[in-house]
T-cell receptor
């Protein structure tokens, strides 16, 4: 069955460092992959989308890579700030014309001042 | 725009009672999604609509769950009868097929349901 794996353990880093989160998937060939941010008590908020034919995408301090051979996406936050502390979810979609998006369980990030 | 609106924000009910969750999508969006989030299972897609028509309800756990979208600005998710294992946060999200280059979904604040 389709499976998405994100680090279940929280990631603790120091302010100013680069945070790197991993999303691995199996039994799936997504057309694109998305990253969302979720704060406690709130709904997820869209951050970035990367398509299967794109290797890397950037947005301000965020960078996403997508390796369809390794079936893995890496999400980087450079110059991290305490305000970046949140749970980050990756989501995959087959892009078959429908919206059957599958979300990972998320990784909690703590950035210490 | 006010974003996706959900009500109620919190619902506490007793086992066996009927629960109705409500959602108002962003105006102009033609896709609406209902998700359920728990610690154990994460964020799960229950059902989604396109232009008010249910497209995929394969994520609906049981016949106790039903969803409707009578018009473009309103949707309900009903659980009848409710059970303690239905306790979760239920999110509604909407999206527009007109947003070229992205399939971004806009999530509401969620309804935290507790079934005693």
């Amino acid at each position: 069955s389709q499976k998405i794996e994100q680090n279940s353990e929280a990631l603790n880093i120091q302010e100013g460092k680069t945070a790197t989160l991993t999303c691995n998937y199996t039994n799936y060939s997504p057309a694109y992959l998305q990253w969302y941010r979720q704060d406690p008590g709130r709904g997820p908020v869209f951050l970035l989308l990367i398509r299967e034919n794109e290797k890397e995408k950037r947005k301000e301090r965020l960078k996403v890579t997508f390796d369809t051979t390794l079936k893995q996406s890496l999400f980087h936050i450079t110059a991290s700030q305490p305000a970046d502390s949140a749970t980050y979810l990756c989501a995959l979609d087959g892009g078959t014309g429908g919206f059957k998006t599958i979300f990972g369980a998320g990784t909690r990030l703590f950035v210490k001042a | 725009d006010a974003g996706v609106i959900q009500s109620p924000r919190h619902e506490v009910t007793e086992m066996g009672q009927e629960v109705t969750l409500r959602c108002k999508p962003i105006s102009g969006h033609d896709y609406l999604f209902w998700y359920r989030q728990t610690m154990m299972r994460g964020l799960e897609l229950l059902i989604y609509f396109n232009n008010n028509v249910p497209i995929d309800d394969s994520g609906m756990p049981e016949d106790r769950f039903s969803a409707k979208m009578p018009n473009a600005s309103f949707s309900t998710l009903k659980i009848q009868p409710s059970e303690p294992r239905d306790s979760a946060v239920y999110f509604c999200a909407s999206s527009s097929s007109q947003r070229i280059g992205t399939d971004e979904q806009f999530f509401g604040p969620g309804t935290r349901l507790t079934v005693l």
